[in-house]
């Protein structure tokens, strides 16, 4: 029963009849703002290149810091300087908008005619409002992290700070260079950008193996979602002639799909063009660490804490959400893709946060939640609202780089401690105030308090999206249940790490999590760290520019509930008002329907869904929206009772039910002694990364060995075999050459006579003929 | 002969009175400075020659020039250059002073006998470019052969001999075949009612060529393969590269990766296809399967080497794998990235084995198991080595994407199981979507080869040899001499990962006409008068492409 | 003069020197002689071990070749045979210089004239 409803909810639902009512005048709309930017080329300010030029003049300079030894601070000041410069130049271009997308070109890049097909794609952008939200964030978020990074990144003056900071801005660059390109092009060198600056800094303390190894790994299983990336561009042009934004969405055929398509009816849609989707899909799966992708973004904490906060949890990691909201046009023309996107976000985000459940490491804990909410996002883009996603991204960029920061901070100060059981009470040391809160505020978003969070209302609207689109409900009760999962394993955090009784062993410099294992020339005993063998240990407690960018993101979290109440009546909040005027501007006749079925009271028709025949947009007979308010705001606070009862402090810090009074015994621990294997499972992350290298790593590796020994033996031996035979030959010949010259003489003269007489009997035959 | 003529012709002479020079001076240690002043100098010719080359006509053989030798039997000295030569050219004489650089301090003895050799295998490499002759051109393919053995047999490490002597015969034996089939060709355009009289001259030959039953064709084809796809090497026959690569000295490797493999392709491009076009067609998805096969299987292998030069040896046959890929896609797309692909390859990998040789030369090793995590004690070595890794991985923004990018969209569109669902001018032999999806995958394998190398040779902890004590001449990090000889690949690989559009508008008209010819001869349909409209394009390009132009059949479903 | 000589092929040349063919039975001795001298030369070579005897076997058949184009040359009035001829005469002379020398230097190194004492070059 639960297999067939999964298969059938596997392809799209129909929509409604009247393609007017659905995303058809939507598709128009969009067809009109692309063929505007499309006639009119180039005709953005040039300013706008800025955004892209200053993290590029950043890397410049900070390679040029790095070639002449600079041994100071100045690195990070340029940096922050620049990305503050991009900032504000996104700000500006932000308020500068007049409502339609324009392109600015820098250079011509591809320009490849013939016949009567052309393969352009320059260096140009294409300024629109999907663009302007993500550049807000990503070069905002940028700046504040550099600033965190600028201490943070301190032990390593002199030795890797100019690397880290030029790969940063190569990063920004790379992002920039992926949301603002005007091309699928543009996009690629952005996602591979991206993916190489995220190998570099993954690997920044290059001489831990496990670093270059999750560095390795993060690039080559982002290479495999890139694979499928370039072959979706590359089926692109091949099916529609093109591969900039502006031409593909004002293209015709695409209209014409997307009308059938609004109509329910795939069939009349070449399957070429319905394989694009597909395969983009894959690339974002990559990117975004999506199931079965997703195995590289736990390793990927290696890096250094600002690191894994701009790129593996804010911004590069939603590159993949911001590809299919990119072109969700071409994603809605697929049968398929959209609800594949839905059913593998759902299950990335209940794996991740079972696996999430169970670790130690306070740092992988937060990137199986960041895989978790990805998780959601996709969901939400798979459930039709573009809307919900955007905002999730946006909430979550800000809270989850704030808990990364502030999980940095901690790791910072304790020398690279990370172990939730070895650490506790962490808020009420000296100097750790700012990082008790902040960390609660951060906490508190991902965790999803009812309306006092804004991580609460981006994931109540994907919530209530599953229950508006027929179909989906079955995803929307395991999202509801992992949000559960996701309060838990975050307050498990909180409680055991920040409050409680005082306790911190420092971790040890050269082990897994050191952020500082800089090679023997470093000399860390001396630093403030103090040495971690002797009795008195005393945390280095984060300093103003830790604390400042810890208060701006805390600040920024809360503040940007607010967005919700922006433009609601129209949008859905203000990311729905910069949603709608781009590619991925959607309007799910459902959520349309829902929302009349709320004010009027109009009973609709019951449409049949997979799960269950109730009718779509009611959760306990309410409507969507508030059911979801009702049913995950009190999922969230349940979660955070269990966390506080299972690893809360005894007293008001563990909300008066819990019962902890060292810091590493909670009344978890009894449970999970009990509950047999499954707590080592999700510990091990259900062996995914065993089973990975056992099906697919080293039978590949024995195959390549087994070619190497074809090639060796069997390829090369048929060559000499060929060399070799010409010396069989002359063995065999050999004896003839007696080396006795009469011998030559007579072979000779005999040879002489055959030949005299053969040409005689031919002669005397032709005589003879004649 | 004009100017520019004397020019082209100095840039093949002036190497071989440089070796004359050096190979009877008297003292042997003799040739560093001479070779290097004379490969710096070649770059004026050069420079002289792409600006004057007038780009807007790239088909055209310019600077031509032509002695007869001997009149009845048609044989001619004939040389000029269209744009594919001249880029080819312009490769070959960027190579010689970086190579000579990279000598300086590998070479230790008999210097007289290698320069003078080096000096020789670069004016051959030009010869065998410039050549408008099937003669003179077959006469430089082979001439590269004989430089190239010596400096593998003499100056090679230590199973150099068999590695020569392999490297030597696989490809002559290939390459006797090619004389046979172009030798047939030849006899073919003589007979009376043909062209009636000896010719060499390829333009010529390639006019009549087409006129060649099928059968005919396949053997020329076949007998031309045999000696290009060994050079190129297309898989199976490239079991002499790793060989030859890993014995060679460090120059030799460079010049082997960066323009004696491309001898391979661009005879692929310049006789194979226009001499044998029915043919070619017809097996055009037999070479294409070789071709992956090979981007798969070497790719995979270099996954398991130690011998970190033998991995970038078999990176190479991953490489050209999607350069004979586009060949074989036989259209525009294919054709430029092919030959963006040609010159691409011999920047990065080219790179590749100059990095590893001032490795060899600090650590005396190659074993990747023996020696690595060089990035803390080489920073600057281990930056380049990166560089070149990630350009050789298809880096977007580096020399290998743009390249890439055009072989596979050309092998998605010469597609014949798509076109019914509208693909417009999906005309074409049937290479597809599974040829692009197969070829891609070479993409993760090349990075999962790469940075594997990286990861071991550059990161982790730092690993020397016991024995290992520090050079006597060079520093422990790149010396001066060492970055100015990384820097132009270096600075090449950025410019061509940006601009690609330059050297596509260069070679656009030459490999349109090649299209144009191998659609012809094929009775395909053609787009009229493709360069009118390329010119057409030029111009407002903007406004027509904009048009969408698509002939999508309403109702065609391909599920 | 010189386009007169231009203009005149062998036959032209051959008939100036002579008025008219010879005959088949004339041509008979000659060619008996020099089937003789072959076959004096060639019994020779395959005989003999001495190398200087070898060689002069080797001019016999030479000139028997030589006899018989002339011959033939006489009987089909053409002057290739004895252009030929000439040839083969410059060429017999240089190889006895070179062949003569190589004898020399053999013998120096065997203290032999004999062929069997370089029996070692063998394949």
């Known amino acids: 029963m639960i297999t067939a409803s999964l298969f059938n909810s596997f392809s799209m639902p129909a929509f409604l009849a009247d393609p007017s009512a659905g995303h058809g005048e939507a598709s128009q709309h969009l067809a009109q703002l692309a063929e505007h930017a499309a006639q009119h080329p180039n005709a953005g300010p040039k300013w706008v290149l800025l955004i892209v030029l200053l993290p590029v003049l950043g890397f410049v300079l900070n390679a040029f810091y790095a070639a002449f030894g600079n041994k100071s601070k100045i690195p990070a000041w340029t940096t922050i300087a620049l990305l503050a410069t991009a900032f504000i130049a996104t700000l500006s271009m932000f308020l500068s908008y007049e409502g339609t997308p324009y392109t600015v070109q820098a250079f011509e890049w591809f320009n490849l005619h013939y016949g009567d097909k052309s393969f352009v794609a320059n260096f140009s952008f294409y300024i629109d409002k999907l663009t302007i939200l993500w550049m807000l964030f990503v070069t905002g978020l940028a700046t504040l992290i550099a600033l965190y990074a600028s201490e943070y990144m301190s032990h390593d003056i002199g030795l890797g700070y100019c690397r880290f900071f030029a790969a940063f801005c190569l990063f920004v660059f790379s992002m920039a260079c992926l949301v603002m390109g005007d091309n699928m092009l543009m996009l690629y060198l952005g996602w591979e950008g991206v993916g190489l600056c995220s190998y570099l800094l993954i690997g920044y303390f290059y001489k831990k193996p496990s670093a270059v190894a999750a560095a390795k790994k993060a690039f080559i299983v982002n290479r495999i979602g890139d694979l499928g990336l370039a072959l979706g561009v590359y089926l692109t042009f091949v099916h529609f002639g093109t591969v900039q934004y502006s031409e593909l969405f004002a ?222 409900r079955m995803i929307g009760w395991i999202l509801v249940f992992t949000a559960i999962l996701t309060a838990y394993y975050t307050f498990r955090v909180y409680f055991r790490v920040f409050v409680g009784p005082q306790h911190a062993e420092p971790g040890d410099e050269h082990d897994d999590h050191d952020d500082h294992a800089h090679g023997e020339e470093q000399n860390h005993d001396a630093g403030p760290h103090g040495d971690h063998h002797s009795d008195h240990f005393h945390p280095h407690a984060p300093g103003w520019a830790i604390n400042t960018v810890l208060v701006i993101l805390a600040c920024a979290s809360m503040l940007s509930i607010s967005l919700a109440y922006i433009q609601k009546a129209e949008h859905h909040g203000w990311v729905g008002s910069m949603v709608a005027e781009s590619s991925a501007s959607y309007h799910s006749p459902y959520a349309a329907e829902a929302h009349y079925a709320h004010v009027e009271h109009t009973d609709m028709h019951p449409v049949a869904g997979p799960v269950g025949t109730a009718a779509p947009g009611k959760v306990f007979g309410m409507d969507a929206h508030a059911g979801m308010i009702l049913v995950s705001g009190l999922g969230a606070i349940f979660g955070v009772l269990v966390a506080a009862y299972f690893h809360g402090p005894k007293g008001w810090q563990g909300l008066f039910i819990g019962g902890r009074t060292e810091s590493d015994k909670c009344r978890m621990d009894a449970i999970a002694r009990r509950a047999g294997p499954l707590p080592r499972l999700a510990e091990n992350k259900w062996f995914v990364d065993e089973i990975y290298a056992a099906i697919l790593v080293t039978p590949l590796r024995i195959i390549s060995h087994i070619f190497h020994w074809i090639d060796k033996l069997l390829l090369d031996g048929l060559v000499n075999l060929f060399g070799f035979l010409p010396r069989v030959f002359a063995w065999v010949i050999r004896p003839s050459q007696s080396g006795v010259l009469q011998g030559y003489a007579v072979s000779m003269a005999g040879g002489l006579a055959v030949l005299l007489f053969v040409v005689l009997v031919i002669v005397m035959n032709s005589g003879g003929a004649a | 002969m004009s100017q520019q003529t004397v020019l082209l012709l100095a840039l093949m002479i002036v190497p071989l009175l440089v070796a004359l020079r050096i190979a009877f001076s008297k003292n042997p240690d003799t040739g560093y400075r001479p070779a290097l002043i004379t490969s710096w100098l070649l770059m004026i010719p050069a420079w002289k020659l792409i600006a004057d080359f007038d780009f807007s006509q790239g088909a055209t053989t310019q600077f031509a020039y032509s002695i007869s030798w001997v009149e009845s039997l048609g044989l001619n000295f004939s040389i000029g250059m269209d744009s594919v030569s001249l880029l080819l050219i312009l490769l070959s004489v960027l190579l010689g002073p970086i190579v000579v650089m990279a000598s300086k301090t590998a070479i230790v003895k008999d210097k007289r006998m290698y320069y003078a050799w080096l000096m020789v295998l670069q004016a051959a490499m030009v010869g065998v470019f410039a050549a408008q002759d099937l003669l003179l051109f077959y006469i430089c393919f082979e001439f590269t052969l004989l430089p190239m053995f010596v400096l593998i047999r003499k100056f090679g490490s230590t199973n150099r001999v068999a590695a020569s002597v392999k490297f030597f015969l696989y490809t002559f034996t290939g390459s006797m075949m090619t004389l046979a089939g172009m030798v047939y060709i030849v006899w073919f355009v003589a007979q009376p009612d043909q062209l009636g009289q000896w010719t060499l001259d390829i333009a010529t030959l390639t006019q009549y060529a087409s006129n060649m039953s099928m059968g005919e064709q396949t053997w020329v084809l076949l007998a031309m393969l045999a000696g290009f796809a060994v050079k190129v090497p297309l898989f199976p026959f490239h079991t002499w590269l790793p060989l030859a690569h890993t014995e060679a000295p460090t120059a030799g490797s460079v010049i082997l990766a960066g323009v004696l493999l491309k001898l391979g392709t661009y005879g692929i491009y310049r006789f194979a296809i226009p001499l044998a076009p029915t043919a070619f067609f017809e097996y055009a998805p037999e070479i294409a399967v070789l071709s992956i096969i090979g981007i798969i299987y070497a790719g995979l292998i270099c996954w398991v080497q130690t011998d970190i030069k033998k991995l970038v040896a078999y990176s190479s046959v991953s490489h050209l794998g999607f350069c004979v890929l586009g060949l074989a896609a036989l259209n525009v797309t294919g054709f430029s990235g092919s030959i963006l692909y040609m010159l691409s390859h011999g920047l990065s990998t080219g790179g590749l084995f100059l990095m590893i040789g001032f490795m060899y030369e600090r650590y005396h090793t190659r074993d990747m198991n023996t020696v690595g995590g060089l990035a803390s004690k080489m920073p600057i070595w281990a930056t380049f080595m990166v560089f070149f890794a990630m350009a050789s991985v298809g880096l977007p923004g580096l020399n290998g994407f743009p390249s890439e990018v055009l072989c596979l969209i050309s092998a998605f569109q010469s597609d014949a199981a798509w076109s019914a669902a509208g693909e417009p001018g999906a005309w074409g032999s049937s290479l597809g979507p599974w040829f692009a999806v197969f070829a891609g995958t070479g993409m993760v394998i090349a990075a999962m080869y790469l940075l594997f190398m990286v990861g071991k040779i550059c990161f982790g902890p730092l690993r020397e040899p016991e024995d290992h004590h520090p050079h006597d001449e060079l520093p422990t990090d790149l010396s001066m001499r060492e970055i100015i000889t990384l820097s132009p690949l270096a600075i090449g690989c950025i410019l061509f990962g940006l601009q690609p559009t330059m050297l596509l508008d260069a070679i656009s008209e030459p490999v349109n006409n090649t299209v144009v010819l191998v659609e012809q001869a094929n009775g395909l349909e053609s787009a009229p008068t493709r360069v009118d409209q390329m010119i057409e394009h030029a111009d407002e390009h903007h406004e027509s492409a904009a048009t969408p132009d698509h002939h999508t059949p309403e109702g065609a479903s391909h599920e | 003069m010189n386009h007169l000589v231009q203009a005149i092929d062998s036959v032209q040349l051959a008939q100036l020197a002579f008025p008219s063919e010879m005959p088949a039975t004339v041509l008979a001795p000659y060619l008996f002689v020099s089937a003789a001298m072959f076959a004096i030369g060639l019994i020779g070579f395959l005989t003999r071990k001495n190398m200087i005897i070898m060689f002069l076997c080797t001019e016999l058949m030479f000139q028997a070749a030589g006899l018989a184009l002339i011959a033939f040359g006489r009987h089909h009035l053409q002057a290739d045979g004895q252009t030929f001829v000439i040839f083969v005469l410059c060429v017999a002379a240089a190889e006895a210089a070179m062949a003569l020398a190589l004898v020399v230097l053999l013998f120096r190194h065997r203290e032999s004239l004999s062929a069997s004492a370089w029996k070692e070059l063998n394949g």
């Open chain 1, 251 to 472: 293209n015709e055929t695409l209209h014409t799909y997307i009308n059938a398509a609004a109509t329910g009816d795939f069939s009349h849609i070449p399957a070429q063009a319905q394989w694009i989707a597909l395969l983009l899909m894959v690339g974002a799966f990559g990117k975004s660490a999506q199931f079965p992708l997703y195995v590289w973004l736990p390793d990927a904490m290696e890096g250094p804490t600002p690191v894994s906060a701009l790129i593996h949890a804010a911004t590069m990691v939603t590159a993949g959400v911001y590809l299919i909201a990119r072109f969700y046009p071409i994603f809605l023309v697929s049968e398929h893709a959209l609800p594949i996107v839905a059913w593998i976000g759902t299950i990335t985000a209940l794996l991740a946060a079972t696996i999430g459940m169970a670790q130690f490491d306070i740092k992988r804990i937060m990137a199986y939640s960041t895989v978790s909410q990805l998780g959601y996002m996709f969901a939400a883009l798979g459930l039709l609202s573009t809307t919900g996603a955007a905002f999730h991204v946006l909430t979550h960029a800000f809270f989850k780089a704030l808990l990364f920061l502030a999980c940095g901070a901690v790791m910072h100060g304790f020398a690279g401690q990370l172990d939730l059981r070895k650490l506790s009470g962490v808020a009420w040391m000296k100097g750790w105030g700012i990082v008790g809160v902040t960390m609660l505020v951060g906490c508190m978003n991902l965790a999803g308090l009812p309306y006092i969070t804004s991580g609460f209302y981006s994931k109540d609207m994907i919530l209530a999206e599953a229950f508006i689109t027929p179909g989906y």
